[in-house]
């Protein structure tokens, strides 16, 4: 299974951006999927995760201008960032919760990480 994120860049603060994670592989079902950011010297944060468009989360930092959404037919999760912010500033990884055959137990992947800049 991999994961294998894409949508990173530089922005102008206020500006959007929007990142995509698909899963590949050897998949037969997955659950929660998310994305995850670390800035430079900092510990890696939760940025938002969803199960369905019912049931997502957001970090406090990130409500009302980041929205995440998932393609189940596409295993692929996206985030929408707008407004963004010099704060924003991190490396982007998706994270899920998948499960490679009728037989295993659900085991948590990472993709690689995007860089997201936000710069004037």
């Known amino acids: 299974v991999q994961l294998q994120a894409s949508g990173g860049g530089l922005v102008r603060p206020g500006g959007s951006l929007r990142l995509s994670c698909a899963a590949s592989?050897?998949?037969?079902?997955?659950?929660?999927m998310g994305w995850y950011r670390q800035a430079p010297g900092k510990q890696r944060e939760l940025v938002a995760g969803?199960?369905?468009?019912?049931?997502?989360n957001y970090a406090d930092s990130v409500k009302g201008r980041f929205t995440i959404s998932r393609d189940s037919a596409k295993n692929t999760v996206y985030l929408q960032m707008n407004s963004l912010e010099p704060e924003d500033t991190a490396v982007y990884y998706c994270?899920?919760?998948?499960?490679?055959?009728?037989?295993?137990?659900?085991?948590?992947?990472w993709g690689q990480g995007t860089l997201v800049t936000v710069s004037s």
């Open positions: 592989g050897s998949i037969f079902s997955i659950r929660e």
């Open positions: 969803i199960i369905s468009s019912a049931s997502t």
């Open positions: 994270n899920a919760d998948i499960r490679p055959t009728i037989a295993s137990i659900p085991l948590n992947y």
